[in-house]
């Protein structure tokens, strides 16, 4: 009985072995059972025995070799055995270093004598003819899809830019379906996102001529759509949303003193006793710019700006933005340093920058040195509005419209002009306790307007 | 309650019969051998826990029980497999990995099961089948058999959680559990002296537990026999569990990837004089129980079975690839 | 239909099940003379017997693997181990046994076994006593997982948890078992594995199980007095898992919102966040958002305990600012 020795695995994680020594000369009677060499593994050095009793014929391998799991490396056989077919041409498998790799993917005594373990994709397919199918051929493309999908940039994508425009899964998948280009789609869902309702709103006021063909028309003359500036908007808003964690706090103000003020400052002005350009008139917004300076004076960890790895800088200068909607857009220019301006001043200021914004004639540090943002939407009757930071800015403040109510002072309903006022700042930068001191400091001056005036 | 008791199973032989013993034995031996040599081929994958040396444990503790009572085991249990009547082919063909394997090759070497003959299964966590053999002793107890549930596990569980919280379940309700601790003297390669305070662990037993506790010579299949046979009729009789420690010694390392240099070569050399089929066949002879020609026969009917056995399993299919999502659950399409 | 607490739910389809199937008993910690840390046994072993009724020693390992063994000897064992927190002890016995021995014995062996725990935070019982791991169960291939949030749920479910020929890990909300619902007085079944759409809506899907399923309701109540309209899925079972009736629903409102006590990072929300977006992408207005616990351990004070916790305005607020 011929019985081969081999390389043995000792273990589950065992892929070669170096034949350290042969204890069995060529000649020599073995027992089963009896150490015939000793090998070494990658955890240890072991012994190997002989599974069967007889001559140890012949060493296949010498000492010093690394040998693959399972490779041939001696022969025990009877002593008048006929043992030719190893006598040439058999040595063992050594394994050089380089093939490493390759040896550990194939195992030459591999328990899996059909190869086909089970990959996972396969196992999750249900029926192996299913399986084979899947895993043998790459998926074709496939051409009825293809014509349906526009040709020229994916949807949803802005050609130029990189800045993507927001579409959802099922509004992408119904604008294919109809044959409709979400870029030409303005979104209303969260972040400007192109949502179901967008185009099926879109479906509705284009009707039925909005065939694939139409489509694929429209497509082809919005080449210039989104505009450099919605890209930006987008951009940027995503940026803050994403990564400033915003926190809001809300606060009533009683505007009645403050628009009595406005008046009789307003007044001055018309009669020359307070000196400014003609025409010039001060607004509610000029004195909530100027009140938000002072506040920020005050807490001045609200006039900043935090970097991306979170180092926040106060500046020493308050340059408030005020947000301004363009005929595609907004921008929000910075009034500089608006404590050191009057009233006057600031009413001025912010008129040209209204005109100069509307022409596209805006000066750098109005477009980059903002360090504090303010958007009211007053004008528009709109009670509350909720801002979003402007990166790198650390807080926006949305004002509402001024209108009466109902209001309890000292026990008493009395009519009030009041205003809402929103503080979004960036909880990285700032915690509420401070927004909260940062309010009440707005709302003590725009109560007390003459602080204001001085 | 009636229709809930099981049938009552075989009755062990009150007196057992040495030659089935040696054979028995001899069987577990050759099996185990040719399982390393399989492991050495690169047939046998995965872990491998040889019983080389133990073999009077099984041989001798499962002959004293009835077929019906329950074994559950450790991870080094093909010995017990086979005392219990698992075919040797379908043993082998389980650590094959091979569909006609006893588990059809899910389980593998450490989970060797066979309900139909109440083999509930080798654990591979230790001590962490001690509990599953208070389960089962706590059903029969609760159907009104006479069944009892035999836990084999080694020196290196006594110190696990599992093992004081079931011989404290187990004496608490009286169940009829039989804890069959083998102390081979380490678990893994760690001296048993070494990490236990009480080192006699059978001493543990009586004031901790309050259930009687006895060591015996695991390397004396004779003694084994007797003291399985005497706790069981206790067990049996409802006075609650008993507790053997089997002092032996496994030959072979404690897993194929074993270079044992934590134990050297003199300590082994000392216990393979106490070879438990080397005892019995001396004394067997010795008392003329036991011809040469009837050793010869033995051996090369054990050969014969342990040959037919690789060979059943190397020409055995593996299991089909479909098969892979089956019996996760049990649902109405098993039953 | 009467009205009944979700303990007397509980009790009632035990009760059902030692009266009439006698492979039936109960095991654990205090479930005996007691009468149970939550009471769901009290009276049981007077009425039933110690046989039957089994006081155990504080040991999780060997109450679960007890069980598993007598299960696997063909009785219908429920074990209680008090708490999930508890459950941890047992973990082995439930992972490495009870889940994979039908698995492992080539469904030879089966463990038609019940494991009752209660979870969930909201008592102020500190971080070793307020956790909710169902999601560990629900992970383990072999383990069923059902967490009811309603009295009704309580009893079908646990009914059918008896019937079930596998594992069941049935985890009892604590903030729950005085809650008050309609409950037949007959045995009944509620199914594993369908969600119940507990409120209709058409804006947003708002899925919770256990505790978190009343959050979501209140949060829905909320929002429609806002004009918006969620639907509530109550999951029932984490394992298995309803996957069409969550797919169905969302394909209807196009957003998808889960909340749960546990903690978010890992959690069951992540589970189903990615199975939504795997089978229903094209079908989102919106990113599936989660509404978990916070990533911590659970603090005593009342006020951070409930601040770890969803809460109903956050819910709300997520939701407005998906729509």
């Known amino acids: 009985m011929i019985s081969e020795v081999v390389m043995p695995q000792m273990g589950a994680d065992m892929t070669e072995g170096t034949l350290v020594k042969w204890l069995k000369s060529e000649g020599d009677a073995v027992e089963r059972g009896e150490i015939i060499a000793e090998i070494e ?19 296949l391998a010498e000492e010093g070799a690394v040998i693959e799991v399972g490779g041939l490396i001696g022969i025990i056989a009877g002593a008048e055995e006929d043992i030719s077919k190893y006598e040439n041409g058999s040595a063992p498998s050594i394994v050089s270093r380089e093939a490493d790799a390759k040896t550990a993917e194939l195992p030459q005594t591999s328990s899996d004598p059909t190869g086909d373990a089970p990959t996972k994709a396969e196992a999750r397919m249900e029926t192996g003819a299913g399986a084979e199918a899947a895993s043998n051929t790459s998926p074709a493309p496939q051409p009825d899809k293809a014509v349906s999908l526009p040709t020229a940039t994916p949807s949803g994508r802005s050609g130029a830019g990189g800045a993507r425009q927001r579409v959802s899964p099922v509004a992408r998948r119904i604008a294919e379906e109809a044959g409709i280009d979400v870029r030409t789609i303005e979104g209303t869902g969260p972040d400007g996102r192109v949502i179901k309702r967008d185009i099926e709103n879109a479906l509705k006021s284009g009707g039925q001529s909005q065939a694939p063909a139409r489509g694929q028309q429209r497509s082809a003359t919005t080449t210039t759509a989104p505009s450099k500036m919605r890209q930006a908007i987008a951009r940027r808003m995503s940026q803050s949303k994403r990564e400033a964690p915003h926190y809001y706090l809300l606060l009533d103000i009683d505007m009645t003193a403050a628009r009595e003020t406005r008046a009789q400052y307003n007044a001055a002005l018309a009669s020359g006793d307070i000196a400014a350009p003609p025409e010039t008139k001060v607004s509610i917004n000029d004195m909530l710019v100027r009140a938000v300076a002072l506040a920020l004076r005050k807490q001045p960890e609200f006039n900043a700006t935090i970097d991306g790895d979170g180092t926040v800088t106060e500046h020493p200068q308050e340059n408030v933005c005020i947000a301004i909607a363009l005929d595609d857009g907004l921008i929000a220019p910075a009034v500089l340093d608006v404590s050191a301006k009057s009233l006057a001043e600031i009413a001025v200021e912010s008129a040209d920058l209204v005109a100069r914004a509307k022409g596209g004639r805006l000066r750098a540090p109005e477009i980059n040195g903002g360090t504090f943002t303010i958007t009211n939407l007053g004008a528009y009757g709109v009670e509350t509005l909720i801002g979003i930071i402007q990166p790198p800015q650390t807080a926006v403040l949305g004002a509402g419209t001024v209108m009466p109510q109902a209001v309890v002072r000292e026990g008493q309903v009395v009519v009030r002009q009041m205003m809402k006022v929103a503080l979004s700042a960036d909880h990285r930068a700032t915690d509420g306790a401070q927004g909260a001191q940062f309010l009440s400091e707005l709302k003590r001056l725009l109560e007390s307007p003459l602080l204001l005036v001085v | 309650m009636s229709q809930l008791a099981n049938k009552p199973g075989h009755a062990a032989e009150t007196a057992p019969d040495p030659i089935e013993l040696l054979r028995m034995m001899m069987l577990i031996r050759r099996f185990e051998e040719k399982a390393a040599e399989m492991y050495a081929r690169g047939k046998i994958k995965g872990f491998l826990h040889l019983y080389i040396g133990q073999e009077a444990i099984a041989a001798g503790a499962i002959a004293a029980l009835r077929d019906d009572d329950y074994l559950v085991t450790s991870y080094r249990e093909h010995g017990h497999a086979l005392a ?55 059903a029969e107890q609760y159907k009104g058999t006479d069944r009892i549930a035999v836990c084999f596990f080694g020196d290196g569980a006594v110190n696990e959680g599992e093992f004081h919280e079931a011989l404290n379940l187990a004496s608490v309700w009286k169940l009829p559990v039989l804890f069959i601790c083998e102390n081979n003297l380490y678990g893994m390669g760690t001296d048993v002296r070494r990490v236990s305070a009480v080192i006699e662990i059978y001493k543990r037993v009586p004031e901790a537990y309050a259930m009687q506790a006895t060591q015996v010579d695991g390397m004396d299949v004779l003694a084994v026999h007797d003291a399985v046979s005497e706790a069981a009729e206790r067990i049996r009789r409802g006075d609650g569990p008993v507790f053997l420690e089997m002092i032996c010694y496994r030959f072979r390392g404690h897993s194929m990837a074993d270079a044992e240099h934590y134990r050297d070569k003199d300590e082994i050399s000392v216990w393979r004089n106490l070879d438990p089929i080397k005892q019995l066949t001396e004394k067997l002879r010795a008392d003329g129980g036991l011809q040469d020609a009837q050793l010869d026969s033995l051996t090369s009917d054990v050969e014969g079975v342990v040959n037919d056995a690789a060979r059943f399993a190397d020409e055995s299919p593996e299991p089909p690839l479909e098969s892979l999502r089956l019996h996760v659950y049990k649902d109405a399409a098993d039953a | 239909m009467p009205e009944i607490t979700y303990r007397e739910a509980i009790r009632q389809a035990l009760r059902y099940q030692l009266q009439n199937d006698e492979r039936v008993f109960l095991m654990g910690e205090d479930i005996g003379a007691y009468g149970g840390s939550y009471a769901v046994t009290k009276g049981f072993l007077e009425e039933f017997g110690p046989k039957r009724v089994k006081d155990t020693p504080i040991a999780e390992s060997v109450i679960a693997g007890a069980g598993i063994g007598a299960a696997m000897a063909g009785l219908k064992p429920m074990v209680e181990l008090m708490t999930i927190n508890f459950s941890l002890l047992a973990i082995d016995q439930i992972v490495n046994n009870a889940s994979k021995l039908h698995y492992m014995s080539n469904g030879q062996i089966n463990v ?51 019937d079930d020929e596998n594992p069941v890990i049935f985890i009892e909300h604590t903030a729950l078992y005085t809650l008050k619902g309609e409950v037949p007085d007959e045995p009944y079944r509620v199914a594993f594995g369908k969600v119940d759409v507990m409120r209709e809506g058409t804006d947003v899907t708002i899925i919770g199980y256990g505790g978190s399923v009343w959050q979501c309701f209140r949060a829905a109540k909320t929002l429609e007095t806002e004009g918006v309209s969620a639907e509530v899925l109550n999951l029932r079972t984490l394992n298995p898992l309803d996957t069409d009736g969550i797919l169905a629903s969302v394909r209807k409102t196009n957003r998808a919102i889960v909340v749960e006590d546990d903690w978010e990072f890992g959690g069951f929300g992540g589970e189903i966040a990615a199975l939504i977006q795997e089978h229903a992408f094209d079908d989102l207005d919106a990113p599936v958002l989660r509404i978990a616990g916070a990533d911590i351990p659970m603090p005593y004070n009342g006020r951070l305990e409930q601040a770890a916790l969803p809460q109903e305005a956050e819910i709300v607020r997520a939701v407005k600012e998906m729509v």
């Open chain 2, 84 to 138: 219990r009547g698992l075919e040797p082919g379908r043993v082998m063909a389980e650590l094959f990995g091979r569909e006609t394997g006893v588990t059809g090759g899910r389980g593998g070497s450490m989970h060797l099961i066979d309900s139909s003959k109440a083999f509930m299964g080798g654990y591979a966590i230790v001590a962490g089948h001690m509990p599953l053999a208070c389960g089962l002793a706590l």
């Open chain 3, 112 to 162: 038609p076994l019940v494991i009752r725990m209660a979870g969930g935070a909201g008592s102020q019982l500190g971080a070793q006593h307020s956790h909710s791991l169902e999601s560990w169960y629900a992970h383990v291939p072999g383990l069923k997982v059902a967490c009811p949030a309603t009295p009704y749920d309580a009893k079908g479910l646990l009914m059918t948890a008896f």
């Open chain 1, 41 to 59: 593994t990658d955890k240890a050095n072991v012994e190997i025995e002989a599974f069967e009793s007889g001559v140890f014929r012949k060493a």
